[in-house]
């Protein structure tokens, strides 16, 4: 299978999540550009699209998407990718660093909606979704801590134990997924 991975982060975590299934995998990386990248509209819903990506993803088998979760939503330049190029799109994998916990993914503000929304834009289309709660690379008693995890940011020297053990299950399933 040949991958493209797209990314959009804020914070950098979703973008070193991103440059490292790329990195992994060895396949091609580009960023999601806002036309107009303004958190704060964001939080409002208030965006304009985004710039044309440079990559031809008619030239991929599959899409791996990554980027954050914000108040239980599937965020501005995610939802604006998706739409722009769902015709162009075979196969695609949702991946997010986000702040909720495996056991809240249900709650308002956990990735298990938002998964279910990618899973409801895409159909079939989305074969995967797989988050990376930033609370994986925290002490015991402090992984559910919002106050925490909102400081907290993937890099190479908090990216081990649990959160490795888990990024490697991902990359296995990716391999094993038919092409
Ligand atoms: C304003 C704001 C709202 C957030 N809301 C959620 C949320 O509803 N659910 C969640 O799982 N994480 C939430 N998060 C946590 C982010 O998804 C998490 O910090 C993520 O790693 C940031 O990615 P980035 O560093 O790539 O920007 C929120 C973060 C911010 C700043």
Same mark, same amino acid.
């Given at each position: 299978?040949?991958? &493209? *991975?797209?990314? @959009? ?6 973008? @070193? ?13 580009? #960023?999601?550009?806002? =036309? ?8 409002? +819903? %208030?965006? &304009? ?6 990559? +031809?993803? #008619?030239? @991929? ?20 990718? *998706?739409?722009? @190029? =769902?015709?162009?799109? =075979?196969?695609? %994998? ?19 909606? *938002? $998964?279910?929304? *990618?899973?409801?834009? &895409? ?14 690379? &925290? ?15 993937? +890099? ?9 053990? =888990? $990024? ?12």
């Amino acid at each position: 299978m040949k991958p &493209l *991975v797209v990314y @959009y982060s804020n914070k950098g975590s979703n973008k @070193y999540l991103a440059k490292k299934i790329s990195d992994t995998l060895s396949c091609d990386i580009e #960023e999601i550009r806002p =036309r107009l990248n303004v958190f704060m509209l964001f939080l409002m +819903n %208030i965006h &304009l699209g985004i710039k044309p990506l440079k990559s +031809n993803i #008619e030239d @991929y088998d599959a899409l791996i998407l990554c980027g954050p979760i914000w108040m239980g939503k599937f965020i501005p330049p995610l939802r604006s990718f *998706v739409k722009k @190029y =769902r015709d162009k799109i =075979r196969k695609l %994998i949702f991946v997010t660093c986000c702040g909720s916990p495996y056991k809240k993914k249900d709650e308002k503000f956990g990735h298990g909606l *938002v $998964f279910k929304e *990618v899973e409801r834009i &895409l159909n079939e289309k989305c074969i995967l979704c797989q988050a990376f709660p930033v609370g994986l690379v &925290l002490p015991d008693g402090q992984k559910e801590d919002p106050d925490a995890f909102m400081k907290t940011h993937l +890099n190479d020297d908090n990216f081990k134990g649990e959160i490795q053990e =888990r $990024f490697d299950d991902f990359i296995d399933k990716i391999h094993k997924l038919p092409s």
